[in-house]
C-alpha cells in the first residue's frame, strides 16, 4: 500500500519558520517528481511548489518564492518543505503529493498521491 505521511505542522507566529517532511512508503518515488500544495478553509487547494525527479528544478507559487524552500532526500523517499517568514495567509492544510511521471508539474491533477496533509496556522 503507498502512503505519503505528512509531519510538521503546527502552530506558530508570523516571522517564524517551519520544516514539513514527507516520507512515502510502499514504492519508490525517486523517479517521480514531487510537489506541495495547500488548502486554507473555504478556499481551493493552490499548487505551493514542486521539485523535480532529481532535484535540480524546482518551481514555487509566487507568493511563496523566496520564503519556502522544497528539496528532497530519494535515498530517505522523503520531501521537505521549509518554510521562513511565515504570514498569517499561510495558513492552511498543506498536502504533499508524487507525480505520475519525472518533470514536476503546478497542476493537481498531474499528482497520483497523495497525503492526508498537516494543518499549519501562523497567528498574527
Known amino acids: 500500500q503507498v502512503q505519503l505521511v505528512e509531519s510538521g505542522g503546527g502552530l506558530v507566529q508570523a516571522g517564524d519558520s517551519l520544516r514539513l517532511s514527507c516520507v512515502a512508503s510502499?514504492?519508490?518515488?525517486?523517479?517521480?517528481?514531487m510537489g506541495w500544495f495547500r488548502q486554507a478553509p473555504g478556499k481551493e487547494r493552490e499548487f505551493v511548489a514542486a521539485?523535480?525527479?532529481?532535484?535540480?528544478?524546482?518551481y514555487y507559487v509566487d507568493s511563496v518564492k523566496g520564503r519556502f524552500t522544497i528539496s528532497r532526500d530519494n535515498a530517505k523517499n522523503t520531501e521537505y518543505l521549509q518554510m521562513t517568514s511565515l504570514k498569517p495567509e499561510d495558513t492552511a492544510v498543506y498536502y504533499c503529493?508524487?507525480?505520475?511521471?519525472?518533470?514536476?508539474?503546478?497542476?493537481?491533477?498531474?499528482?497520483?498521491?497523495w497525503g492526508q496533509g498537516t494543518q499549519v496556522t501562523v497567528s498574527s
Open positions: 521539485i523535480s525527479w532529481s532535484g535540480k528544478r524546482r
Open positions: 503529493a508524487a507525480a505520475g511521471g519525472p518533470n514536476y508539474s503546478l497542476s493537481a491533477h498531474d499528482y497520483d498521491y
Open positions: 510502499g514504492r519508490t518515488f525517486s523517479a517521480n517528481a
